[in-house]
């Protein structure tokens, strides 16, 4: 039976490569270079199958085993293993996917559309014999064109499923319609709501005097801060994380981090989860997509806070360390190369584990609903050397 | 030692009681009333002590065994079970917890502040021996006071740690600083980017000329309508949903609703997940939480689809039903009031068990990303019979 595909797709697939030979209107500089990158990967396909040899496609290997810790880039880097992929009897039918899935993705640049990844799955279903038969394996030949091309995958027309999450303070965003109208959303004027940062960042462009980024791990938080205008004393943005940030709210962090050169302060609870899992994933990202840390991880991040010392100095109200609070802080000590690599980190790892308890951002009210927004956040931005790296 | 606490308690009680007579600056009209139930329940408390009887607090029993739906109003109402706590030396320590929570709930309306219900557990840590130990009775208390007093908990000043989801579409949302300047946020005019409800919407207030709200359940489905102006097309309002709707968001869509005439279609994937969680929550609320079932229950949503038929009559891609699906399609049959109230349920879930497959919103995109948009959201809109009530 994938013998049989290989006949009946040759054909087709030569068809599909020779198409990506045109050239079309450009949209965008990051959708023109991906549209290349497509087209030349395509006619490599097509000019090895006309040789007589097996086309092949190339990706860095996305795991743990091709990632290593560049302490100078502050993000995990690619050691340089590569996977390839070739076309064989066994091979046939992913093959077939993924130039199925080059040529829907480039139908999405030409016609500035975007699919999230749960459409791109559906529209399989008419591919014939290459449709998927379920979204995992679907998903993933798209992060291999995000790793074989170096492109995000929302530069090639596919978008996250999941939102960003919300943001105000002084900051303009800047969008156009698709009838290429230019909307000017002010960050400032959006009383106790927010903008709800969209699935895909990558079209958007930002206007900004502000002085640094406060991301904020609870919604909760984020409400506080927002009422007491703490973006207007401070002259700051203020971005909710809710939790691990979606891959739309670190692009959007990242940007404005990058582009604008503003500092990310983050504000999580003082806890493993906070540290370990929030915190590191905004800052050097994750292993296992290590080939995205160099357009999602954030190395200039800095943890203001709820530090360890922060629970010991401010007094807080804490609750025990439960079991696995307490086995993620010694692997994270013992296997995580991000701590391994900042000496400071493993102390605040230590100095929790000796103290036994964790403390949430909202402790601080202990003190009144305005302490954390006239004193402890204040002295906390002052003084970077009570910051985590 | 609660003896203790009712001696050490009582004198300060007393006073804290008898500062509810004063009168204040009133800020909005459910403020107010609300307001003048924590005073004349004090009052009330007051007049027992000096009268020398045992003070008591009465709500209504918060559960399924107090609960029947009402198939005319389409809701669960409450059957009229009582729970009274009186001052007891068991009772010492909740007792003076729930006078120092009103307290604490009428200082906020007092100052026109908020309190998130994880802030509140954390001020309580000053209440000496009333301090609690743990957020969840802390929430507990706040959930009797709404009872007992029939406000909604964010009319007391206490807002959940959740905010809404995303709004797009012909509405603009008033707002107020806490300087009384007024915000005024164009839903048109977002771009790709979306309006994030606030943890508490009850002091918004709308314009709107939209025929209707849709109410959608996943962020991905939501992007898709957004991009292709669905809410321009059709002059409505898209509300997304995210799963199981959060309290702010099902409070928005319901003030829509019954505040200006809006119509609420939903569209959620086509899944006992869909029907039975998400949708059966916007529309009739929680047995768990029936006292506030008149407050956050939308009975006039309807569900457009993605329905059984629907499953049938677009052909659409489907996944197999899993043991728990087909458990919960079971359970709702038998031990839901809300479908045994509603044949069309009745058949729409048996029909599910014995198609046993279900569908994704995005399934649609077997025909093409544009159709959802183009064909079946216009197609079900019209016709009133293929919803589901």
Redesign the interface.
Known sequence: MYFKLVIINIPSMLFLLKTYGEIYMISSAAREEAKKKIINLANDMYESIIKGSRPKIKFPVRSLTNARFDAEKGTFTLIGKEKVRTLTVNQAKIFAQTIKMMEFSKELLDTN???????????S??WGEARFDDQQPSNSVIEDLEAALDFLREELGF?????G??VVGHLK?I????EGEE?N?DCT????????????VT??EFETDADFILAIE???M???L??E?FWKKHNCILA?LKGVPARATRRFIKRLNEEHDLPVLVFTDGDPYGYLNIYRTLKVGSGKAVHLAGKLAIPDARLIGVTPQDIVDYDL?THPLKEHDIKRLKDGLKNDDFIKTFPEWQNALNQMLEMKVRA?Q?????Y??KYVVEEYLPAKIEDEKTWLP
Chains 1, 2 share one sequence.
């Open positions: 559309d975007f699919s999230t990844l749960r459409e791109a799955y559906y529209v279903k008419n978008i996250p499923e999941e939102d999450s919300s965003v969008d156009k319609t698709p909307i959303v004027k959006l009383g106790s709501g927010a903008y709800n940062i969209p699935n895909d079209k958007l609870t919604a909760g984020f409400a506080r927002n009422a205008k909710s109200p949430e909202q402790s601080l009210a202990k009144g609903l």
